[in-house]
Antibody
Framework: QITLKESGPPLVKPTQTLTLTCTLS??????????VGWIRQPPGKALEWLAF???????RHSPSLKTRLTITKDTSKNQVVLTMTNMDPVDTATYYC???????????WGQGTMVAVSS | DIQMTQSPSSLSASVGDRVTITCRAS??????LNWYQQKPEKAPKLLIY???SLESGVPSRFGGSGSGTDFTLTISSLQPEDFVTYYC?????????FGQGTKLEIK
C-alpha cells in the first residue's frame, strides 16, 4: 500500500521560506516511472497544482510560482521536498503531496498539512 | 497554461437523481482528463482517469466521457455520500491545472 505524509511548520511569517517534506512509504521515489506532485488548497477554495518531480529528477513547476518554488527529492530518505520562498498571507493553504497515477492524475494523496502565513 | 472550466459551480439534486458535471479545456487535451471527489477536510480521491477509466474501487455509478476539449462526469444514481465537491484536472501538459470545482448539494 502506497502512503504519503506531509510534514512542515503550521505557521510561517510573511517573507519567510516554507519547507515541506513528503515522505513516501510502500514505493521508492527512485523506481522508474514514479512521480510525486504538490498541490495546495486555500481555505474554501479550489485545488492548485504547484510542482512535480519524476524518478529521473525531471521537474515541472507552476509558471506563476516558478521563481518561488523548488522541488527536490532525497532518495536516501524516500522524500520529496518543496520549498517556497517569500511567503505571503495569500499562501495560507492546506498543502498536499500526491503520487502520480500511471495514466496521469494523482491516485494516492497525503492527508495534507495546513500552513498559515501570519505575522 | 491550459484553463479548465467546470460547470455548474454548484448543483442541487436529490438522492437517486442522475447528474452531469461538465469540464471544458481551453485547448485540446485528448483524453488526459481526470476527475476527483473531495469530502470536507479530506484529500481528493481519484474517481476517473484518462477521461473515462474508472479508478479501482470506485462505484460503477460514476462515469466519465469526452475527448478534446469537452468532458463530463456523470453520477447515475446519487447516494447520500455523493453530495460533496468534484474537480477535474488535465494531465496533458504542465502546469497540470484543476477546474474550480463543482459542489453537489442536496435539494
Amino acid at each position: 500500500q502506497i502512503t504519503l505524509k506531509e510534514s512542515g511548520p503550521p505557521l510561517v511569517k510573511p517573507t519567510q521560506t516554507l519547507t515541506l517534506t513528503c515522505t513516501l512509504s510502500g514505493l521508492s521515489i527512485s523506481t522508474s516511472g514514479v512521480g510525486v506532485g504538490w498541490i495546495r488548497q486555500p481555505p474554501g477554495k479550489a485545488l492548485e497544482w504547484l510542482a512535480f518531480i519524476y524518478w529521473d529528477d525531471d521537474k515541472r513547476h507552476s509558471p506563476s510560482l516558478k521563481t518561488r518554488l523548488t522541488i527536490t527529492k532525497d532518495t536516501s530518505k524516500n522524500q520529496v521536498v518543496l520549498t517556497m520562498t517569500n511567503m505571503d498571507p495569500v499562501d495560507t493553504a492546506t498543502y498536499y503531496c500526491a503520487h502520480r497515477h500511471a495514466f496521469g492524475g494523482f491516485d494516492f494523496w497525503g492527508q495534507g498539512t495546513m500552513v498559515a502565513v501570519s505575522s | 497554461d491550459i484553463q479548465m472550466t467546470q460547470s455548474p459551480s454548484s448543483l442541487s439534486a436529490s438522492v437517486g437523481d442522475r447528474v452531469t458535471i461538465t469540464c471544458r479545456a481551453s485547448q485540446t487535451i485528448s483524453t488526459y482528463l481526470n476527475w476527483y471527489q473531495q469530502k470536507p477536510e479530506k484529500a481528493p480521491k481519484l474517481l476517473i482517469y484518462s477521461a473515462s477509466s474508472l479508478e479501482s474501487g470506485v462505484p460503477s455509478r460514476f462515469g466519465g466521457s469526452g475527448s478534446g476539449t469537452d468532458f463530463t462526469l456523470t453520477i447515475s444514481s446519487l447516494q447520500p455520500e455523493d453530495f460533496v465537491t468534484y474537480y477535474c484536472q488535465q494531465s496533458h501538459s504542465s502546469p497540470y491545472t484543476f477546474g474550480q470545482g463543482t459542489k453537489l448539494e442536496i435539494k
